[in-house]
């Protein structure tokens, strides 16, 4: 079974732009989480998404956004990037009823410069 | 809340030599712990995880960890250190119906020869 995967890989954009990233789950799993990795802040979680709909929402500002498809896949956009918003972006997914064991994609690096 | 410390932000052993990473937790309801590997430019592995079931957990490429409730502490060990187990392991906790990770800051592994 292919793992979650996430695009692009890598992304390079200027300040006060606007990007948007996309994970694919793991074929069953209706689960989708974001998290943000930086060197000072470590892993924080962003947001989950279930059958659409956002259930869980971390501490981040609101220029951080998320939705999820029918078909389970999700997109995560920041807008009006700054410098500090240079990261690694995870996504990961679980299975219905089991969301405690998250499965993770090979992130998107973003830089802002 | 909940939190997870990890003591040591670098630990070095010989190739051969018993792996211990220590992970400290803070819970104020019955935790799921986990472990989760990451080599460089990739993203999370989950090594193990402990769910409330045997307090001693085995996981992938001969790690094992203990869950010690009066310690508040979920270590993670390996009897004999490959180099192949060199990369940043992360400590995570969460609870049932939480649904997102709270991460401890990691802890690189260095494997001399």
Known sequence: ?113 | AQSVTQLGSHVSVSEGALVLLRCNYSSSVPPYLFWYVQYPNQGLQLLLKYTSAATLVKGINGFEAEFKKSETSFHLTKPSAHMSDAAEYFCAVTYTGRRALTFGSGTRLQVQP
């Open chain 1, 1 to 113: 079974k292919a793992g979650v995967t996430q695009t692009p890989r890598y992304l390079i954009k200027t300040r006060g732009q606007q990007v948007t990233l996309s994970c694919s789950p793991i074929s069953g799993h209706r689960s989708v989480s974001w998290y943000q990795q930086t060197p000072g802040q470590g892993l924080q979680f962003l947001f989950e998404y279930f059958s659409e709909t956002q259930r869980n929402k971390g501490n981040f500002p609101g220029r951080f956004s998320g939705r999820q498809f029918s078909n389970s896949r999700s997109e995560m956009n920041v807008s009006t990037l700054e410098l500090g918003d240079s990261a690694l972006y995870l996504c990961a997914s679980s299975l219905e009823g089991a969301e405690d064991t998250q499965y993770f994609g090979p992130g998107t690096r973003l830089t802002v410069l």
